[in-house]
């Protein structure tokens, strides 16, 4: 969850059809965006983009390191003159897509999962491909004609909060962005492969590093399945990159397979100290408990919710089918809280029960009511606690087989252990890091493995890091450790 307006910028496009040359390609395109609308259209759907996925990194060095590569991909490519954009994206899920009129972007999971300048080129070549392919514009054009519904309605699992509130639909509606990062066609990977393949050798890198970062996204994922399931709604860079290695080794061959430059040492050197998994900007998952040192807040959810943590808000969910959701809103100190339930959160929705009640010496009210999930009417209760400064914390909690009275206890007892933390608090609440370190003598995998600040499969999670799946550990080498 992060403190930062959904932007929904609704666009008016003029339509009209006229063939375009493919600077990448040559061949005629219909599509009805002309390059300048193509600009435009990234201008603005970018800070939308920006507030669904976690805002840009606060680390400018990295972000510099990041463009200037980005920008020496674009100077040999059809585009040389447009003004690309490049932003890390302060998520932990691992993806990277772009806009039309060259707006890349690629997170920090995915960061933390390169392993050299070369693999990292090797994605933004090939998003830059889709971009100079003109595929972000054709695919615009489809998003416009329907697409952008259904990316909706996946973001959050198929959770849509019809009238709950209509700030919490119009997040849901900010969710939109998400047809940027659903599937191109076949032909369309196959060709940014191929184009990135060649923006990669041209600038002087090892082109068989897009096919070396393919494995391990397929290593990743199958380590992501056989965990835990990384459930956040938005398609991961496997999903919406369904492109089979062996193709781009084999693009890789055809553009000449020169032995190119990786920048192993440099990109280690860049992506120290990077921050790993949940950041302090989006709050932290532990266990039942949600701790966000940024806006000051811990909760738990009651035994057998599972926290999913979005830019949005915080989703429970239990094996019954219950939800649990949370997030902020805002009422000066001092306001009514009911009233602000009733008038300003759910803007005047029936609702029954409104009651004024305390939680641990703090001010706080609840009410029930229905929402509407997967298109059907569920019955829910709303409850706010009175926050630090002008905030209160927003709980929803829906039974769609019907609320009894352990739903109001349930409800009432997450109300209760919400605590506004202290500075102090908050300031001990850390991520983890990527941390680089050079292997000793005598070190080996499980030695290292042990080191590391991550619970859930250690030894894979290093393995798979420093892309050590079928080769030995190396004394002087650096790889990567979580920390
Ligand atoms: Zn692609």
Redesign the pocket.
Known sequence: MRLVAIIVVLLGLAAGCAPVVNPATGELQYTSMTPTEEARVGREEHPRVMAQFGGAYADRALQTYVARIGNKLVAVSELADLDFTFTVLDSEIVNAFALPGGYVYVTRGLLALADDEAELAGVLA??IG?VTARHTAQRYDRAQLGNLGAGVATILGGILLGDVGAQLGQQVGGLGAAAYVQA?SRE??FE?DQLGVRYLSRAGYDPQAMASFLDKLRAKDELVRAGRRERSGVPSFLA??P?AADRVARAAREAGGGTGRVGRDAYLAAIDGLVYGSSPAQGFVRGRTFEHPELRVRFTAPEGFELLNTPARVIGRDRSGRLLLFDMGKAPRGADLAAYLQRDWLREQRVRDLEHLDVAGNPAAFASGVVTVNGRTAPALFGVVRGGGDAVWRFVLVNPRGLGADDLSLLLATMRSVENLSAAEAARLKPERIVIVTVAPGDTIDSLAARMNVKDRPRETFMLLNGLNGRPLRPGEKVKLVR
């Open positions: 090939h998003e889709h191109y369309q990977e940014a919406s990159h492109r």
